[in-house]
């Protein structure tokens, strides 16, 4: 029997920031799938919930507390928020990854006029009920009204 830690739901993110004078950054990383996260999964697969209705990804949260001394910080699946405030809080576009049925991504966009003045280090999968799905830091974005940036989330179960 597998226990907590061995659980393989895997995600991964992909930052694309552009500018308006058409220059374009891609980040790709692993996040983390938190263990509120697994616990839907199984609550959603066994019915224990009676209704669904809380445990679906609707929104992506992003602040500004997930670095320090400019080191990312360590995600531990036990987290429940971020590590500071949210500064940003986005509805997520959901699909199924017409290539991989396992694999979800979870879209959003950071507009021109989203944050700005933000560094945004961090950011979180959230489910309808209010709890973390899924979480991840990342090396300062200093948010500009010259930026858009399009976040691509994919959690694949595996």
Not at 3 to 29: A, L, M, P, V, W
Not at 33 to 52: D, F, H, M, P, W
Not at 68 to 85: A, E, I, M
Request: include cysteine; proline fraction near 1%; hydrophobic fraction near 35%.
């Amino acid at each position: 029997m597998k226990n907590d830690s061995q659980i393989e739901c895997e995600g991964f993110y992909e930052i694309i920031i552009e500018t308006i004078d058409g220059d374009k950054t891609e980040i790709h990383r692993k996040n983390t799938v938190l263990k509120t996260g697994r616990l839907a999964l199984v609550k959603v697969i066994t019915a224990e919930t009676g209704t669904y209705t809380s445990l679906y990804i609707s929104r992506i949260i992003f602040g500004t507390n997930g670095t320090s001394g400019g080191q990312t910080k360590f995600v531990d699946v036990n987290r429940t928020g971020l590590f500071g405030p949210t500064v940003l809080d986005k509805t997520v576009f959901a699909s199924i990854d017409s290539l991989n049925s396992t694999q979800a991504i979870f879209s959003t966009i950071v507009t021109y006029t989203d944050a700005n003045g933000s560094t945004l280090n961090e950011m979180a999968l959230v489910m309808n009920d209010g709890s973390l799905y899924s979480m991840a830091t990342f090396g300062d974005i200093v948010k500009t009204n010259t930026m858009q940036i399009t976040f691509n989330w994919r959690i694949n179960y595996i």
